[in-house]
């Protein structure tokens, strides 16, 4: 039986990334994502360079029979790009992207960010759901689901997928779309990264700014509790071009807060009009809301969420934002041991709820709330404090919880996972599943057991 080394040194001789075993330069700052609390130390990375890497990387994987996790932008906090002995593949330095600006199209590879994407497509004029925060990583994001501010007019991020480049268990690469392995194009879209690795994804490219409406208008937390009344009062009548979200935080001065942070991807005319109540009510402390490039909207909230800090979130939909449910998620914030900790309040509506829940492996075709804990700190001393506080604010919501749970929020020690995450799509995703990956070579992800 050949060593870990000799395999490696084998791989070496075509490999065009890097191959990094624990003593090397570069392995330390490689295992570590976005959340500081991971700390896995895989028994090798392999940072890939193109799609070719990829299958090397499995078939490496699977000669030394290591399991395997993937990254792509490193983001998810329950830190699932990251495994302890196995082989971590980091698509992180394959940054290729292809803007079609005719076709409205765009091909990005496995380890591109929203940041990146954005900046791309926004040269011509030209846009695609996705994430809130620059750093976020296209693939993990689109894969489960993919919220963001132009998801009521056109869907979530994965509803704009138009096909992938998978490399799948057994090494072979296969395109997955609507036209090519059509059962693993629905699978993909919402499965997550169970089914192989996206090596590069293409989307459909819609017309948005590059100026549009959108920022943040701050109340002080005394008046939280009519903030997200009125917050949930106007939820009930946007139109598609709308979205809005709701946070309780601390600002910059240490001032708690009820802040309201909306995007109208509209004209800028009917963008002026349909923030002029939320601009009216108040008076707010602050007012920052009106023409932005989309491109810095989806970089205002970055400085919230540094890389490194230490992160447990819990995250899940509400059945309805009753005055109830608005008077204990105030209460929860009430008691928040960080200043860098947040309650927020993400509104689904539009296209990204019109999708029947059987057109792709996406359950989440909701209209309503979902409410995210975002417990995040910088020492590790306030660790049992953070996660303490993150799961008995979670439990003060019970009464107020609805099945649906969003799998890019889920917490590693979610109970049921599967069965919450992805909901009456399980059953299809475990024959997809056993059909890709009978092995499940691919399971450091919200997993599906093959059938
Ligand atoms: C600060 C912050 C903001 C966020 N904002 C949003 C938001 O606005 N909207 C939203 O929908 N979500 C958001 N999320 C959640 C986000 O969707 C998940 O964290 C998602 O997993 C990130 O994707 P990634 O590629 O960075 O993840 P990674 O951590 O790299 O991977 C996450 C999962 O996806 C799999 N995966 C990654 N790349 C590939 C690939 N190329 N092929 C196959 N599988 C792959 C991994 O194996 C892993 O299971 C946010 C998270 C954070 C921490």
Known sequence: MSSIVDVIARTAQSFTGQLLQPADAGYDDRRRVHNGL?????????????????????????????????????????????????????????????????????????????????????????????GVVGSTGIAGLTLGGGLGWLMPKYGLALDNLRSAEMVLADGTVARASA?????????????????????????????????????????????????????????????????????????????????????????????EEAFRPLKAFGPPV????GPIPYATLNGMIDGAFPKGALNYWKAQFLTDLTDDAIRDIVAGFERCPSPMSAIILEHFHGAASRVPVTATACSMRVTGFNVVIASQWMSPSDTERGIAWARETFASLTPYLAATRYVNYLEDDAPDPAAVAYGSNLPRLREIKAKYDPANLFRQNVNILPK
């Open 38 to 130: 991971i700390d896995k130390r895989p028994a090798a990375i392999a940072c890939c360079h193109n799609v070719a890497d990829v299958v090397d990387a499995v078939q490496l994987a699977r000669t030394l029979g290591l399991d395997v996790s993937v990254r792509g932008g490193g983001h998810n906090v329950a830190g699932r790009a990251a495994i302890d002995r196995g082989l971590m593949i980091d698509l992180s330095p394959m940054k290729g992207i292809y803007v079609d600006a005719h076709g409205r199209t765009a091909r990005a590879q496995g380890g591109v960010l929203w940041k990146e994407l954005n900046r791309a497509t926004q040269l011509h004029g030209l846009a695609t759901t996705g």
């Open 179 to 271: 036209d090519e392995n059509p059962d693993l194009f629905w699978a993909i879209r919402g499965g997550g990264g169970n089914f192989g690795i996206a090596a590069s994804l293409e989307y459909t490219l819609h017309p948005v700014g590059p100026m549009i409406t959108g920022g943040v208008v701050v109340h002080p937390f005394s008046r939280a509790v009519d903030v997200l009344r009125f917050f949930r009062d106007t939820c009930a009548s946007l139109p598609d071009e709308t979205m809005l979200v709701a946070a309780l935080q601390t600002a910059p001065d240490g001032a708690r807060v009820a802040a309201v942070v909306g995007s109208h991807c509209g004209s800028l005319e009917a963008g």
């Open 286 to 289: 602050m007012d920052a809301l």
